[in-house]
């Protein structure tokens, strides 16, 4: 009897935190959901994406074909639509765009400049070589090497790879993957909901607060490194890039039905408030606070790192709300964990 | 009634036991235990372990060659070594300091009193698999290094955004070695040679203690310094060795690092602080001449420094297996899977302090290896989730903690 009783408190415990989340799943139709994410999120993102590209790689050939101030122009307007339509895609690497590591191929940076001009012809299916192409080789080529026309071919080369990836994943989410996707709508770690939130959260945390802002900033370390921003060569690119991100993170979060709704189906509250309108609140204070910002994350930080350390402390508030009171409030387990680095 | 009885029983119960304690301790030498690891003879530190830096700091090295093409299979040996074929004296490191050392990586591997001293088969067998890791890695992958992977065909594989480099049954040999050296070098020195009684009792060591009368031309007993190697081993890269714990985990890539890694994990959250605890008062106890309390702390090293290696062995088969059933998988898993081969290769340097014996021993140890790795092309292309994940549930009963608590 007495030893039951010690037990008691964890029983209650358990109570309060399961309850409303078994109690009221079945009231929240998880299938609509990824039917939501994936016809009016992930796919346009995909076909967007992928017309944007096959645009660039177009305007590549035409520069290389005749390279003039007007031809380079259209170019360089097409790498910046393109650019800005990844931001919109790059959340979603679950399926199809994990398998094919898109984001690993298209957007690591800081590139390897030296390897940019000296050995053109890497095989850019290697894994070694993902810091050689993509937007970050692009972006040196076309605003970092004085004369793009020199590189015409690797620039060729360069956009066709991230065509052939885009359509790739892109075919293999419109031939048979979306429905796979929505139909596997239960709650497990391999399930649709549990691995597109893991997927959404860790570029959260990684690419948008980590990548396009912390890491630029120093918060990883003592300095600001202004030559790990986005875009650096481009040089008044990387706040469009930042927002257009945050705006797809919000939006993956806010419309209907997606996670907010979810939640407010859970009524789920932080300090008397419901906690979706505490992380919509987050998303405009990170907004709010970038608005201010120089339009290049380098220049930023040369000039005024601190505002720049107050839009990563709005992230971070965020990476909170979301990720310890969200998930446990849809029972969603964290799937990734930090590298230990070596 | 029994209810109201219980808590106030409880609350007795520390204090019952400190008071047998402290009777135990009333005929034994007063033990005087500092709060960092600092100890003196007449004003001079006697704390030394120049050697156990020195080893780790070749390890640095040559770990870190084992991913520079430019390297040849004659320099990693001679790293590995320090000389050549034919015992000539050889420079291979970046430093003068190292290369005029005339200690070696190789000579204290598989080299701990307790297992080896009469046990030289076993001892050659396990120095030349780790000198196979080395001259594999640069005969099978370095020719491979910008190739693709795949089963039967060495090269790299992706990792994330890291890029990773495999064998043809996509074992990392890098990995494989540097954390095999982690049970073969580190903690077998440690636990089972220099905090081995059959090591600090021999000689004239206890009688030198007693009589407090240093080695020749130095400020510590034999047996202080003993204790001292057992502890470099640990803490001897730490940048404040006599306070390491401020920096537990970044001061190698080695058993300090994972001593870190496992005491971050909260389930096991306070092991490094035990382990250095453990350290201080079994010196303590050996200035004092305490040899009891001093083997009791022996004991609580062996068991929670053979827990690290079985801990960080089993959190990698888990992940490993995670990957193993990802997208991304088989490839995906090899980096941890990596990491778990030379694991669970160092399981048969653990001691359990009960039986004095390894937790598992050399033959269990090449079982559980087999089961996780073929030295195939298939190798771990062949591997099946479930079959890693029983090989880490298999350690973490022997050891007893949960599966769970090492996966997370």
Known sequence: ?342 | MTMTRFPALFLLFPILFTGCKDDDDVPAPIVEVPDSYTFSRGGQSTVAFDGQSTRIAMAEELVAALRDTSRTEAELLAMYRNEGPNGEDVAPFSTEMLNASDKSIRSKVAAGADYFAANVTDAAAIRSTLESHLSRQVTEVFPAWNTLAQAGQAGQIADGTSTRYVNAGGLEYNQAFAKSLIGALMLDQAINNYLSPAVLDGGQNREDQVAGTPEAGQSYTTMEHEWDEAYGYVFGAAPDAASPLATVGEDDRFLNEYLGQVDRDADFAGIAETVFRAFVRGRAAIVAGDFTERDAQTDILQAQLSKVIAVRGTFYLARGADALESPTGPQASFHALSEAYGFVYSLQFTQDPATGAPYFTRQEVLGLLDRLYTDSADGFWGVDAASVRALGEEIASRFGFSFSAAAN
Not at chain 1, 120 to 144: E, H, K, M, R, W
Not at chain 1, 170 to 187: F, I, K, L
Request: some cysteine; overall charge negative.
């Open chain 1, 1 to 342: 009897m007495s030893r039951l009783l010690y037990l008691l408190p964890f029983l209650l415990l358990a109570c309060t935190s399961d309850e409303p989340t078994t109690e009221e799943k079945a009231t929240f139709d998880r299938s609509a959901m990824l039917a939501h994410w994936a016809d009016n999120l992930i796919v346009p993102a995909y076909q967007n994406f992928t017309a944007a590209a096959r645009a660039l790689d177009a305007s590549v050939a035409a520069y290389a074909a005749a390279p003039s101030a007007t031809t380079l122009t259209v170019a360089r307007g097409e790498f910046e639509t393109a650019y800005l339509s990844w931001q919109r895609l790059s959340p979603f690497m679950v399926g199809p765009g994990q398998e094919l590591r898109l984001r690993e191929q298209i957007n690591v940076y800081p590139t390897d400049t030296a390897r940019l001009l000296g050995q053109a012809n890497d095989d850019l299916t290697l894994p070694s070589n993902i810091d050689v192409q993509g937007f970050p080789a692009l972006d040196y080529y076309l605003y970092g090497t004085g004369d793009p026309a020199r590189f015409a071919t690797e620039l060729s080369r360069l956009t066709a790879r991230i065509v052939e990836l885009s359509a790739a994943a892109e075919a293999a989410w419109t031939g048979g993957y979306r429905d796979t996707y929505v139909a596997n709508s239960g709650n497990s770690a391999t399930a649709s909901v549990d691995r597109t939130v893991n997927v959404w959260l860790e570029w959260y945390e990684r690419n948008l607060r980590a990548g396009k802002v912390g890491i630029p900033a120093g918060i990883f370390g003592s300095t600001p490194l202004p030559d790990r921003a986005e875009a650096p060569y481009h040089g008044g690119l990387s706040k469009t890039l930042f927002l257009e991100a945050l705006d797809a993170a919000d939006d993956f979060f806010s419309s209907d039905p997606s996670l907010a709704a979810y939640l407010d189906a859970l009524e789920v509250r932080r300090d008397g408030e419901l906690l979706s309108s505490r992380i919509r609140a987050q998303f405009r204070t990170a907004r709010d606070r970038a608005a201010g910002l120089a339009t290049d994350f380098a220049t930023q930080v040369r000039t005024d790192n601190t505002a720049m350390l107050q839009l990563y402390d709005a992230l971070q508030a965020n990476v909170v709300l979301i990720k310890v009171d969200m998930l446990q409030a849809l029972g969603i387990n964290v799937d990734f964990v930090d590298a230990d680095g070596d």
